[in-house]
C-alpha cells in the first residue's frame, strides 16, 4: 500500500513538472474594463479590455491571446464566449484591446476573461472571470420623470439652464435639502436589480433603509448645458419580498450651489432626480419603479448642504425611518417635476468620488472658554466625524482652516467667500455620531465651539474623500526633505483629484485649472491611475471648447478666458495619455478638437508668433518670463505633439504637415527671440527651459543657452525662480544637460523661493506661492494664497524618472528606460509604478565603493538598463560577470555610463569599484 502512495505522489509530481515547463506564463491578472476593476453601466458599445502578462521567469512576452465575453459566467465555465470569442489573436497587445463581439445590449451585465500564449506558443491558464454591465445605448430607454421639491423657492422663475457667467453675485442663502420616497411591492422572486440615477445637484440613494453604494457627489460636475452623466448601481441584496422603500435626498452640489466665486445657482435653482429601477425576475419578466409625480416630499435636517458653506444638520428634526417601509408620509408633500432638460445623458466614466482612508488629531487644545483647535497633522480634502453625548439644541460648529494665524485662531482670509462651516444640532439624551455629506473642505486645522463636555483624540476623526483612483506609484529615498516633498505632492493630488482635477480644495474656487493639470500630468499618471479620471475630464475641456476653436482656461468651464499654456492641455493631455497608456482612442475621439485649437492659434499668430494672451508661468518668484516667449514656445509644443498624434493614429499627412508647422515656429521663435549668444528675451529661467524642454533651440545653439539656464540658476543662489508652470521643467532639464548635481543641489535648499521653503514652514501640500507663509514674515498679503495647489508637486515626476529611473520611450511602457541619476549624497532610493503592462520596479544602493540595483521588468516589455561605471568599474548580474549573462546584452559602455539590453523579469545588478 505504502509503495503505491508513493508512487501516485511521484507520478503527480511528474505530471506537476512538466505542467509547469509547459506553461510560463501565468494566468493573466490585473483586468480592467474601461480602465476600471467590474465597471457599472457603462455605454460604449465598443469597450476596451486590458490585462497583466504574469511569469515568475525572465524573458517571457505574449505571443498571442484569447478573450470570451459571455452573457453568463456559467457560460465561461465551459468555456464558452456567446457574445464573443475572440480566437486565438497573434498579438503582443495587452491593452486597449476594442470588444469585437455581437452588439451589447442595454443594461445587461457580461462576464469576461482572457488567456495569453507564451513564445513557445503555449497557452496559459484561464484568468479569473471579470465583469461589466452596460448601461443604456437608447435614449427611449429612459422613462422616468425629474422630479423635485420646490417649497422652499415656489417663487423663483423657472430655470432656463443657461449659466449666468455675467451676473453680480447675490448674498449667500442656505438651503434645505429635500427627501423624497416611494414605497412599491415586489411580488416575484427577484433575479437581479440595477438602479440607474442622475440629478441636477448631488443625490444619495437608500433602498429600505440602506446606502446605495459608496460614491458621493454624484453625478459630478459638468457642464449642465451640455452633458450630465448618470450612475449604475446593482441593488439585488438591498431588496426585499413584497414592499420595499426606495429613498433619496438630494442637494446643491455644483448644480445650484456656490461654483468658483460666481455664487449659487449658476447653472439652476430647481433641484432634479431622475432614477430608474430595474427588476429582473427569475421567470425572465421585468419591471421598473421610477422617478415620477406619485413621489412624496419634505425637508428634514439637512437644513444646509454646500459645497464651500459647508453642511448644517439639526438631528432634533430627524424623520426616523424616513427610508424604509412603513414610514408615516401623511404629512409629506406631492413631488413637483420638470421636463427633461435638453442634454446628452451619459454614463459616468471614472471612479467615483469615496472616503479613502481615516486620520487622527495629532493635537486638540482648548482655544478660549468652550472652543477647540484640533490638528490633524495633514492638510487634505475631507471633512471630519464626529462624537458627542449632549443636551437637546445644544450647537457644535465646526470651521476649517489650512493654517493657524495664532494658537489659538485660525487663518481663514485665504478662503476668501467660502464659509467653510458646518454646524450639528444635537437631539439629546444618547451618543451622537455625525459627519456631514454634501460638502467638503480643505483644512488641517478645525475649530470646534460648542462641544458638549471634554474633546478627545477618539471623538473626531478625519475622513480623506476623493476620487477613489488606484495607487500606481510608491517612492521612498533616504533623504527626509526629498521623501516630504514626495508626499506633499501626494497628498495634494489626493485632495485635488475630486471628480474633477482642482486646483485647491478650500477657497472659493476649487476649479478645473488647464494649465495646472497639464504640468502635474507625468507626475499624476505616476501616482495613480487616472486613465478614466482624465479621459473624462478632457471631455469636460472639449465640452467647453469656442466655436472658434478657443480651449478653455477651466473645465467645466466658468470663464470665459482663453490662455496659452491653459488651453494647449487639450493636446497635451491626449498626448500623455497615449504615452503612458497606449490609448489611441482618446486622440481619435478629440483630435478635430485639437485641430480647431491649432487652427486658431495659427490664426492668432503673426508671422507664426503667437498672439495668443496668457497667465505666463505664474506665481514665478519675481521673474516674469515674457507672454510672446511663453505663448509661442507652447504653440510649437503642441504643434510637435500633434505631429506625434498624429503619427500614431496613421494620419500621415497631417504628420507631415505639422511637423512643418513645428519647424516654422521653432525659426521664428529662434529668429525673434533668441540672440547671437543664446540669450533669450527675458532672460528668465522659465524662457530658457521653454526653449530648452521644447525643444525650440538649433543642436549647435543649445550649448550657449543652456549656459544662460546655468548662469541664471547661479544668480539665483541656486533656487528656483520660476512659477507653476515652468518649474515641471527645471530638474529634467537640468539633468538632461548634465547638471543633475544642481538638481539635487536645487532641492535640498530650505530658504525662499524652493520646495524645501515650504516645508520648513510647516507645509504638508505643496502651495500655490513660493511664499505663501514664512516664520518670519507671516502670511502673503494676496487671498490668492492656497496651501494645497498641485502645480508645484509636479517637481515628483522627477523622482520617479531621475532618482529612481523609471521612464519609457514607448507607448504604454511597452520598452521600459531604467536610469537612476545617484546624487544629492543620496544611499538609496527604490520606487514602483504600476504600468499599464505591470509593475516595474527599481531599488538601488550605494554602499562603499558598491552600486546594486534591484530591478523588475514586467513580462511581455523589455528594458534598456543605466549603469554608473567607472572605467575601473566590474559589471555583475546575479553574481555573475555581466559577459556570463546570456539574456542581457552590453550595447556599451562609455561616458560614465554603461547601456544594457534586458528581456523581462527580475534582475540584480552591481557596480563594483566605482
Same mark, same amino acid.
Given at each position: 500500500?505504502?509503495?503505491?502512495?508513493?508512487?501516485?505522489?511521484?507520478?503527480?509530481?511528474?505530471?506537476?513538472?512538466?505542467?509547469?515547463?509547459?506553461?510560463?506564463?501565468?494566468?493573466?491578472?490585473?483586468?480592467?474594463?474601461?480602465?476600471?476593476?467590474?465597471?457599472?453601466?457603462?455605454?460604449?458599445?465598443?469597450?476596451?479590455?486590458?490585462?497583466?502578462?504574469?511569469?515568475?521567469?525572465?524573458?517571457?512576452?505574449?505571443?498571442?491571446?484569447?478573450?470570451?465575453?459571455?452573457?453568463?459566467?456559467?457560460?465561461?465555465?465551459?468555456?464558452?464566449?456567446?457574445?464573443?470569442?475572440?480566437?486565438?489573436?497573434?498579438?503582443?497587445?495587452?491593452?486597449?484591446?476594442?470588444?469585437?463581439?455581437?452588439?451589447?445590449?442595454?443594461?445587461?451585465?457580461?462576464?469576461?476573461?482572457?488567456?495569453?500564449?507564451?513564445?513557445?506558443?503555449?497557452?496559459?491558464?484561464?484568468?479569473?472571470?471579470?465583469?461589466?454591465?452596460?448601461?443604456?445605448?437608447?435614449?427611449?430607454?429612459?422613462?422616468?420623470?425629474?422630479?423635485?421639491?420646490?417649497?422652499?423657492?415656489?417663487?423663483?422663475?423657472?430655470?432656463?439652464?443657461?449659466?449666468?457667467?455675467?451676473?453680480?453675485?447675490?448674498?449667500?442663502?442656505?438651503?434645505?435639502?429635500?427627501?423624497?420616497?416611494?414605497?412599491?411591492?415586489?411580488?416575484?422572486?427577484?433575479?437581479?436589480?440595477?438602479?440607474?440615477?442622475?440629478?441636477?445637484?448631488?443625490?444619495?440613494?437608500?433602498?429600505?433603509?440602506?446606502?446605495?453604494?459608496?460614491?458621493?457627489?454624484?453625478?459630478?460636475?459638468?457642464?449642465?448645458?451640455?452633458?450630465?452623466?448618470?450612475?449604475?448601481?446593482?441593488?439585488?441584496?438591498?431588496?426585499?419580498?413584497?414592499?420595499?422603500?426606495?429613498?433619496?435626498?438630494?442637494?446643491?452640489?455644483?448644480?445650484?450651489?456656490?461654483?468658483?466665486?460666481?455664487?449659487?445657482?449658476?447653472?439652476?435653482?430647481?433641484?432634479?432626480?431622475?432614477?430608474?429601477?430595474?427588476?429582473?425576475?427569475?421567470?425572465?419578466?421585468?419591471?421598473?419603479?421610477?422617478?415620477?409625480?406619485?413621489?412624496?416630499?419634505?425637508?428634514?435636517?439637512?437644513?444646509?448642504?454646500?459645497?464651500?458653506?459647508?453642511?448644517?444638520?439639526?438631528?432634533?428634526?430627524?424623520?426616523?425611518?424616513?427610508?424604509?417601509?412603513?414610514?408615516?408620509?401623511?404629512?409629506?408633500?406631492?413631488?413637483?417635476?420638470?421636463?427633461?432638460?435638453?442634454?446628452?445623458?451619459?454614463?459616468?466614466?471614472?471612479?467615483?468620488?469615496?472616503?479613502?482612508?481615516?486620520?487622527?488629531?495629532?493635537?486638540?487644545?482648548?482655544?478660549?472658554?468652550?472652543?477647540?483647535?484640533?490638528?490633524?497633522?495633514?492638510?487634505?480634502?475631507?471633512?471630519?466625524?464626529?462624537?458627542?453625548?449632549?443636551?437637546?439644541?445644544?450647537?457644535?460648529?465646526?470651521?476649517?482652516?489650512?493654517?493657524?494665524?495664532?494658537?489659538?485662531?485660525?487663518?481663514?482670509?485665504?478662503?476668501?467667500?467660502?464659509?467653510?462651516?458646518?454646524?450639528?444640532?444635537?437631539?439629546?439624551?444618547?451618543?451622537?455620531?455625525?459627519?456631514?455629506?454634501?460638502?467638503?473642505?480643505?483644512?488641517?486645522?478645525?475649530?470646534?465651539?460648542?462641544?458638549?463636555?471634554?474633546?478627545?483624540?477618539?471623538?473626531?476623526?478625519?475622513?480623506?474623500?476623493?476620487?477613489?483612483?488606484?495607487?500606481?506609484?510608491?517612492?521612498?529615498?533616504?533623504?527626509?526633505?526629498?521623501?516630504?516633498?514626495?508626499?506633499?505632492?501626494?497628498?495634494?493630488?489626493?485632495?485635488?483629484?475630486?471628480?474633477?482635477?482642482?486646483?485647491?480644495?478650500?477657497?472659493?474656487?476649487?476649479?478645473?485649472?488647464?494649465?495646472?493639470?497639464?504640468?502635474?500630468?507625468?507626475?499624476?499618471?505616476?501616482?495613480?491611475?487616472?486613465?478614466?479620471?482624465?479621459?473624462?475630464?478632457?471631455?469636460?475641456?472639449?465640452?467647453?471648447?469656442?466655436?472658434?476653436?478657443?480651449?478653455?482656461?477651466?473645465?467645466?468651464?466658468?470663464?470665459?478666458?482663453?490662455?496659452?499654456?491653459?488651453?494647449?492641455?487639450?493636446?497635451?493631455?491626449?498626448?500623455?495619455?497615449?504615452?503612458?497608456?497606449?490609448?489611441?482612442?482618446?486622440?481619435?475621439?478629440?483630435?478635430?478638437?485639437?485641430?480647431?485649437?491649432?487652427?486658431?492659434?495659427?490664426?492668432?499668430?503673426?508671422?507664426?508668433?503667437?498672439?495668443?494672451?496668457?497667465?505666463?508661468?505664474?506665481?514665478?518668484?519675481?521673474?516674469?518670463?515674457?507672454?510672446?516667449?511663453?505663448?509661442?514656445?507652447?504653440?510649437?509644443?503642441?504643434?510637435?505633439?500633434?505631429?506625434?498624434?498624429?503619427?500614431?493614429?496613421?494620419?500621415?499627412?497631417?504628420?507631415?504637415?505639422?511637423?512643418?508647422?513645428? *519647424?516654422?515656429?521653432?525659426? #521664428?521663435?529662434?529668429?525673434? +527671440?533668441?540672440? /547671437?549668444?543664446?540669450? $533669450?528675451?527675458? &532672460?528668465?529661467? =522659465?524662457?530658457?527651459?521653454?526653449?530648452?524642454?521644447?525643444?525650440?533651440?538649433?543642436?549647435?545653439?543649445?550649448?550657449?543657452?543652456?549656459?544662460?539656464?546655468?548662469?541664471?540658476?547661479?544668480?539665483?543662489?541656486?533656487?528656483?525662480?520660476?512659477?507653476?508652470?515652468?518649474?515641471?521643467?527645471?530638474?529634467?532639464?537640468?539633468?538632461?544637460?548634465?547638471?543633475?548635481?544642481?538638481?539635487?543641489?536645487?532641492?535640498?535648499?530650505?530658504?525662499?523661493?524652493?520646495?524645501?521653503?515650504?516645508?520648513?514652514?510647516?507645509?504638508?501640500?505643496?502651495?500655490?506661492?513660493?511664499?505663501?507663509?514664512?516664520?518670519?514674515?507671516?502670511?502673503?498679503?494676496?487671498?490668492?494664497?492656497?496651501?494645497? *495647489?498641485?502645480?508645484?508637486? #509636479?517637481?515628483?515626476?522627477? +523622482?520617479?524618472? /531621475?532618482?529612481?529611473? $523609471?521612464?519609457? &520611450?514607448?507607448? =504604454?511602457?511597452?520598452?521600459?528606460?531604467?536610469?537612476?541619476?545617484?546624487?544629492?549624497?543620496?544611499?538609496?532610493?527604490?520606487?514602483?509604478?504600476?504600468?499599464?503592462?505591470?509593475?516595474?520596479?527599481?531599488?538601488?544602493?550605494?554602499?562603499?565603493?558598491?552600486?546594486?540595483?534591484?530591478?523588475?521588468?514586467?513580462?511581455?516589455?523589455?528594458?534598456?538598463?543605466?549603469?554608473?561605471?567607472?572605467?575601473?568599474?566590474?559589471?555583475?548580474?546575479?553574481?555573475?560577470?555581466?559577459?556570463?549573462?546570456?539574456?542581457?546584452?552590453?550595447?556599451?559602455?562609455?561616458?560614465?555610463?554603461?547601456?544594457?539590453?534586458?528581456?523581462?523579469?527580475?534582475?540584480?545588478?552591481?557596480?563594483?569599484?566605482?
Amino acid at each position: 500500500m505504502f509503495k503505491k502512495i508513493l508512487l501516485i505522489c511521484i507520478c503527480l509530481s511528474v505530471l506537476l513538472g512538466c505542467t509547469r515547463l509547459s506553461n510560463s506564463l501565468d494566468a493573466p491578472g490585473g483586468l480592467t474594463c474601461e480602465y476600471r476593476t467590474n465597471p457599472m453601466g457603462i455605454d460604449t458599445e465598443t469597450p476596451r479590455f486590458r490585462w497583466v502578462v504574469r511569469s515568475a521567469e525572465q524573458n517571457q512576452i505574449q505571443t498571442a491571446y484569447q478573450i470570451l465575453v459571455a452573457s453568463k459566467a456559467e457560460h465561461l465555465k465551459s468555456n464558452k464566449g456567446d457574445f464573443w470569442d475572440s480566437g486565438k489573436i497573434v498579438s503582443e497587445e495587452t491593452a486597449q484591446i476594442e470588444y469585437s463581439g455581437k452588439p451589447l445590449l442595454s443594461a445587461q451585465p457580461y462576464f469576461w476573461k482572457v488567456r495569453s500564449w507564451d513564445k513557445n506558443d503555449r497557452p496559459s491558464r484561464w484568468s479569473d472571470v471579470q465583469q461589466f454591465s452596460t448601461g443604456f445605448f437608447e435614449d427611449s430607454l429612459w422613462q422616468a420623470q425629474w422630479i423635485g421639491y420646490d417649497a422652499f423657492i415656489s417663487e423663483l422663475p423657472e430655470d432656463t439652464l443657461q449659466p449666468k457667467r455675467k451676473r453680480r453675485k447675490l448674498p449667500y442663502q442656505a438651503t434645505p435639502t429635500p427627501y423624497l420616497r416611494k414605497e412599491f411591492n415586489i411580488e416575484k422572486t427577484l433575479k437581479r436589480a440595477v438602479v440607474y440615477a442622475t440629478a441636477l445637484g448631488v443625490y444619495e440613494l437608500h433602498l429600505n433603509g440602506q446606502r446605495v453604494g459608496e460614491d458621493y457627489f454624484m453625478p459630478g460636475w459638468t457642464d449642465y448645458n451640455k452633458r450630465l452623466y448618470y450612475n449604475a448601481y446593482d441593488v439585488t441584496d438591498l431588496l426585499q419580498d413584497s414592499l420595499n422603500a426606495f429613498a433619496a435626498i438630494l442637494s446643491d452640489g455644483w448644480y445650484a450651489g456656490n461654483v468658483a466665486n460666481r455664487g449659487q445657482q449658476i447653472y439652476g435653482q430647481r433641484l432634479r432626480l431622475f432614477a430608474q429601477l430595474h427588476l429582473e425576475y427569475s421567470d425572465g419578466t421585468q419591471e421598473k419603479v421610477m422617478t415620477d409625480s406619485t413621489w412624496k416630499a419634505s425637508y428634514g435636517p439637512i437644513r444646509e448642504g454646500d459645497m464651500q458653506a459647508g453642511e448644517t444638520y439639526n438631528a432634533h428634526m430627524e424623520m426616523p425611518g424616513w427610508h424604509s417601509t412603513g414610514f408615516d408620509e401623511s404629512d409629506w408633500d406631492k413631488v413637483d417635476t420638470s421636463p427633461k432638460p435638453d442634454i446628452i445623458l451619459q454614463a459616468y466614466p471614472a471612479q467615483g468620488v469615496r472616503k479613502i482612508e481615516e486620520i487622527r488629531p495629532v493635537d486638540i487644545h482648548h482655544s478660549s472658554p468652550g472652543s477647540y483647535i484640533v490638528d490633524m497633522g495633514q492638510n487634505f480634502a475631507g471633512w471630519v466625524r464626529l462624537r458627542m453625548n449632549g443636551n437637546t439644541g445644544d450647537k457644535v460648529v465646526l470651521r476649517f482652516a489650512e493654517k493657524l494665524k495664532s494658537p489659538d485662531s485660525l487663518f481663514t482670509k485665504n478662503l476668501r467667500s467660502a464659509k467653510a462651516t458646518d454646524t450639528y444640532i444635537l437631539k439629546g439624551g444618547r451618543e451622537e455620531v455625525w459627519e456631514p455629506r454634501f460638502t467638503y473642505h480643505g483644512f488641517q486645522f478645525v475649530e470646534v465651539s460648542g462641544y458638549p463636555g471634554e474633546l478627545r483624540p477618539d471623538d473626531i476623526t478625519g475622513v480623506v474623500v476623493h476620487s477613489d483612483l488606484p495607487r500606481s506609484g510608491f517612492f521612498e529615498c533616504s533623504d527626509t526633505l526629498i521623501n516630504r516633498i514626495y508626499e506633499n505632492a501626494l497628498w495634494s493630488q489626493k485632495s485635488n483629484f475630486f471628480d474633477i482635477p482642482t486646483d485647491c480644495p478650500q477657497r472659493d474656487e476649487r476649479m478645473g485649472w488647464s494649465g495646472d493639470v497639464q504640468v502635474f500630468l507625468p507626475t499624476s499618471i505616476y501616482n495613480m491611475d487616472v486613465g478614466a479620471f482624465l479621459s473624462r475630464w478632457m471631455q469636460d475641456l472639449v465640452d467647453g471648447q469656442f466655436s472658434d476653436g478657443r480651449l478653455p482656461s477651466t473645465a467645466p468651464r466658468i470663464y470665459n478666458r482663453v490662455a496659452a499654456g491653459w488651453g494647449d492641455a487639450g493636446v497635451i493631455l491626449p498626448w500623455q495619455l497615449y504615452r503612458a497608456y497606449g490609448d489611441t482612442r482618446i486622440i481619435e475621439t478629440h483630435y478635430a478638437s485639437m485641430q480647431r485649437w491649432m487652427n486658431f492659434l495659427i490664426d492668432k499668430s503673426d508671422s507664426l508668433i503667437s498672439g495668443q494672451g496668457s497667465y505666463g508661468d505664474w506665481q514665478n518668484a519675481d521673474a516674469e518670463t515674457p507672454i510672446p516667449v511663453f505663448s509661442t514656445a507652447y504653440f510649437a509644443n503642441s504643434a510637435r505633439l500633434m505631429m506625434e498624434m498624429a503619427r500614431a493614429t496613421g494620419k500621415n499627412e497631417d504628420m507631415i504637415a505639422y511637423k512643418d508647422l513645428f *519647424h516654422q515656429i521653432r525659426d #521664428a521663435f529662434t529668429k525673434k +527671440f533668441v540672440s /547671437d549668444s543664446g540669450k $533669450i528675451e527675458g &532672460d528668465t529661467q =522659465g524662457a530658457y527651459l521653454l526653449a530648452l524642454q521644447f525643444d525650440l533651440i538649433p543642436e549647435g545653439k543649445r550649448p550657449q543657452v543652456f549656459w544662460h539656464l546655468m548662469r541664471k540658476i547661479r544668480e539665483n543662489d541656486g533656487h528656483p525662480s520660476t512659477g507653476l508652470i515652468c518649474s515641471s521643467m527645471l530638474l529634467p532639464v537640468l539633468s538632461e544637460g548634465g547638471e543633475a548635481a544642481v538638481a539635487y543641489q536645487m532641492l535640498a535648499k530650505q530658504t525662499y523661493p524652493s520646495w524645501g521653503f515650504q516645508i520648513a514652514n510647516g507645509a504638508t501640500t505643496p502651495w500655490e506661492r513660493w511664499d505663501g507663509y514664512s516664520a518670519e514674515k507671516g502670511f502673503h498679503e494676496d487671498i490668492t494664497n492656497s496651501f494645497n *495647489h498641485y502645480a508645484f508637486g #509636479a517637481v515628483a515626476e522627477w +523622482f520617479y524618472t /531621475d532618482i529612481a529611473g $523609471i521612464n519609457t &520611450d514607448a507607448p =504604454g511602457f511597452k520598452h521600459v528606460l531604467i536610469c537612476p541619476r545617484p546624487g544629492g549624497g543620496l544611499t538609496y532610493a527604490k520606487a514602483a509604478y504600476e504600468s499599464i503592462r505591470g509593475r516595474i520596479s527599481v531599488d538601488w544602493r550605494w554602499e562603499d565603493d558598491t552600486f546594486s540595483l534591484k530591478v523588475t521588468i514586467p513580462a511581455n516589455a523589455t528594458a534598456s538598463v543605466y549603469l554608473p561605471v567607472s572605467d575601473e568599474s566590474k559589471i555583475l548580474a546575479g553574481g555573475k560577470e555581466i559577459e556570463q549573462h546570456k539574456l542581457i546584452q552590453l550595447e556599451k559602455r562609455e561616458n560614465g555610463e554603461a547601456l544594457l539590453k534586458v528581456p523581462s523579469g527580475n534582475y540584480e545588478f552591481e557596480v563594483v569599484g566605482k
